[in-house]
């Protein structure tokens, strides 16, 4: 059915087309545009996603280095420059996810660096048995940040128990074992978009499904759509089960840094969107940029605002919610299910309106839940 | 909505048609009361009953959710299965106690049809082994593997997305095939092939009693039964079985993957046509009206069996697309459910003769293909595609309708 309206809708285009222009190109050109996508894929990379890289990996060095101070004392300050490079790293993080493209795709680095909720069960049975491989599929649940939010806010009832807990060696040497692992796996894909996949990245500038710009914008769909909306905000406000899940939100156990960390998100989303410069000093090619350029050609509705717009309203929403989104969600969800509500409303423009005026198809599906 | 009211009408439209009609043979009236839930009641009381179908799809529950608890074993698991020791003692192997106080059980019914395999044991007892061979399988080269990365020809665990699926050595998870599987050795024979022959709805006096209103233990009729029993296999989990379209999903076989056909835009309505069957033709019952019973019958053989076909294309394509986005582990789900799926297909019935749709020879060569070699490690998407369009060629629905 769908296929059937697609073609009428382009056979309609068409006709239209041919028996309203005089100087038609030929055939073949006639659903190319003249937006220069290689400049866009080149400000992505050289503005946006390297940087991003780049200073995620600092936060990681850095929190690797408060890790072996905290080792060597774990002296109340020593726990606390931990506990703030751990914050750090995680807000830096929340800039890069939605890059799952390249390297990241392949080495799945997303998946090994903040799948949340973090099972508890996994992360002491690993702990305590000793032998674990964290490149196992089943151990996306026990490493990565929410492990160590688990770690350096959960396994104890009071600030002192913890830092002292984790000053154990059994507990130190996951610790570590976490910490290296996150700054291996960013240091592969940092260094494989600086040493090669960031001209293969622009290069790779056509419009066909498999070209970057298409995966990318895919990759941006999906991250707003499964990690933002439903990881942040949907799933443990119970969009989805009926009931809400508060622990299913994200760090948890620090309880004090969701509504922090989807921020970031959301800002993340929104530099991207907008070709936003990490220092937010330059504005570069952008997908708002080529809807503008497609409003223009089609005298269509200016998308790129609406969806800014949106974004706005969820940011205002925001204000009013308690930094901890586990006692918002226990307190009064409806908040929560209103910043949904807004999410899911850009969603709806971008996944419909702006694919298509972007002419560019959907490359996932819903998976059915089993 | 417009198309539920539609069929609402067609329906009224038959009804009226059969009110003023009268019967060839016996010139007289029927008068069919079609309610608007499968409730029926004689002397004021429930005629309806489909305790075992509901036991057996709860068995089916445990045993494939149990496969991948790796505190399970397989002494516990076949238990599950058969509900008896392998020397055929009592065994009380289930969470729910209920389960374990049945005498019934899933081996029993698996391949175990009227039509079908009441004269065809050979391979009626291939098929009830085929089963048990891969949750043998499952604790024999999954289980050890179980923290072990799954690659070309090892089994072990593989991503997909943020989960972890548990593969044999070709990529397939038992657990789906299994499950996948007894959606139509169990659910659909039994319907099909079983309850909704005339074979059994006619057996011995059924049609006299049944029209002379003579009920045994329960307080139905044998023929009244026997098709309720088809329904149990298909809405026995339901929250409320006399309107169980309204909750459709209830279980996690064949009533899960009607709700998912009759999602797809392609297909909706799909459901409300199988529960106005089922609900019609048990009127029909009643009535003694037993061409009507049959017409019925007819409409939920075609249908039950294009739900097999739609989902069996719809997993094919699935890991076809995934395999081509490089996303084994995606795909090797999607086709893991799609081999249980084709492996279906052989208990699928035509509805104008006692043939499935599918031979035996067709689905083992289907089986075949998916599985050659390292199986879905070197798959070809090619050939998901043509065993696609081997499938929905025999229906009226294309693979483009039933990938989406």
Redesign the interface.
């Known amino acids: 059915m769908k296929q059937i309206f697609l073609l009428c809708t382009l056979s309609l285009g068409l006709c239209f087309l041919q028996s309203s222009c005089t100087d038609l190109p030929s055939s073949n050109e006639i659903f190319t545009d003249n937006f220069d996508r290689k400049a866009m894929l080149i400000d992505w990379a050289d503005l946006i996603i390297i940087p991003s890289f780049d200073k995620y990996y600092e936060a990681l060095l850095t929190l690797d280095e408060q890790e072996e101070e905290f080792k060597l004392n774990n002296s109340e300050t020593n726990f606390n420059n931990l506990k703030g490079a751990y914050l750090d790293a995680y807000i830096s993080w929340q800039k890069v996810s939605m890059f799952d493209i390249g390297k990241a795709e392949e080495i799945g680095l997303r998946n090994f660096t903040n799948i949340y909720p973090t099972n508890v069960e996994a992360i002491e049975n690993n702990i305590t048995e000793k032998s674990y491989n964290l490149a196992l599929p089943s151990n996306f649940v026990a490493q990565g940040f929410p492990a160590l939010d688990y770690l350096l806010y959960g396994i104890g009832s009071t600030e002192n128990e913890i830092r002292t807990k984790l000053a154990e060696q059994n507990y130190q040497i996951y610790l570590t074992e976490l910490v290296d692992r996150l700054l291996s796996l960013t240091d592969q894909v940092r260094n494989d978009w600086k040493h090669r996949y960031r001209d293969v990245f622009v290069n790779s500038d056509g419009s066909s499904a498999t070209d970057s710009v298409d995966k990318m914008v895919n990759d941006f769909l999906y991250y707003y759509e499964k990690f933002l909306r439903a990881g942040k905000i949907g799933i443990p406000a119970g969009i989805f089960s009926g009931n809400t899940m508060a622990n299913s939100s994200e760090a948890p156990y620090s309880k004090i840094h969701s509504k922090q960390l989807f921020l970031a998100g959301l800002q993340a989303t929104k530099d991207f969107f907008s070709g936003t410069g990490i220092n937010q000093d330059y504005i570069g090619e952008s997908i708002a940029s080529y809807l503008q350029n497609r409003m223009e050609e089609t005298e269509g509705p200016d998308l790129a605002q609406e969806i800014l717009n949106q974004w706005n309203i969820v940011e205002g929403l925001t204000a009013d919610l308690s930094n901890t989104f586990v006692d918002q969600i226990n307190t009064d969800n409806t908040k929560m299910l209103a910043i949904y509500d807004e999410l899911q409303k850009a969603t709806i423009i971008m996944k419909v309106d702006m694919m298509q005026a972007l002419n560019i198809q959907v490359d996932y599906v819903d998976a059915d839940g089993d | 909505m417009k198309r539920r009211q539609t069929s609402k009408i067609l329906t009224l439209l038959v009804i009226t048609g059969l009110l003023s009609s009268c019967d060839k043979d016996s010139g007289s009236t029927f008068t069919v009361e079609n309610p608007v839930n499968y409730e029926f009641l004689r002397n004021g009381s429930s005629t309806v009953s489909f305790d075992g179908q509901t036991t057996r799809i709860s068995m089916a529950t445990e045993l494939t959710a149990a496969m991948t608890d790796f505190d399970s074993n397989l002494e516990s698991l076949l238990e599950m299965y058969a509900n008896q020791s392998a020397s055929g003692d009592d065994v009380n192997p289930f969470a729910q106690a209920s389960l374990n106080e049945s005498t019934k059980s899933v081996k029993s019914k698996v391949a175990a049809s009227a039509d079908f395999f009441s004269t065809n044991t050979v391979e009626a007892a291939k098929i009830k082994a085929d089963i048990e061979s891969w949750i043998t399988a499952q604790v024999n080269e999954v289980y050890p593997n ?4 799954a690659s070309e020809g090892k089994a072990g ?9 548990y593969v044999n050595a070709k990529g397939l998870e038992y657990n789906q095939a299994v499950a996948k599987s007894l959606i139509g050795a169990l659910m659909v024979d039994q319907i099909c092939n079983n309850y909704l022959s005339t074979a059994v709805l006619d057996e011995n006096q059924n049609q006299q009693e049944n029209t002379d209103g003579i009920t045994g233990e329960g307080n139905y009729t044998t023929m009244e039964h026997k098709w309720d029993e088809a329904y149990g296999y298909l809405f026995g989990k339901s929250t409320d079985t006399g309107n169980p379209l309204a909750t459709l999903g209830d279980d ?1 076989f064949l009533n ?1 993957y009607l709700s ?1 056909v009759n999602d797809d ?2 297909f909706n309505g799909i459901a409300e046509e199988i529960f106005e069957a089922f609900k019609l033709g048990r009127a029909a019952i009643v009535a003694g009206d037993y061409d009507l019973r049959d017409q019925q019958a007819e409409i939920l053989k075609q249908k039950i069996s294009e739900v097999i076909a739609i989902r069996a294309v719809f997993y094919l394509q ?1 890991g076809s ?1 995934a395999l081509e ?1 490089d996303d084994l ?2 795909a090797f789900h999607d086709l893991s ?1 799609g081999f249980g799926f084709v492996y279906s297909l052989r208990f699928t019935r035509k509805s104008d003769s006692n043939d499935s749709y599918f031979s035996r020879a067709e689905v083992d060569g289907f089986i075949d293909r998916l599985t050659a070699g390292n199986g879905f490690w070197d798959l070809d998407a090619n050939i998901l595609n043509e065993i696609s369009e081997q499938i929905a060629e025999k229906f009226e629905f294309t693979v ?2 039933a990938a ?1």
């Open positions: 179980r923290n072990e990365l665990q593989i991503a997909d997305g943020t989960s972890a699926r996690e899960k998912r835009s392609d699935c697309r986005a582990g995606g459910e483009a309708q989406n």
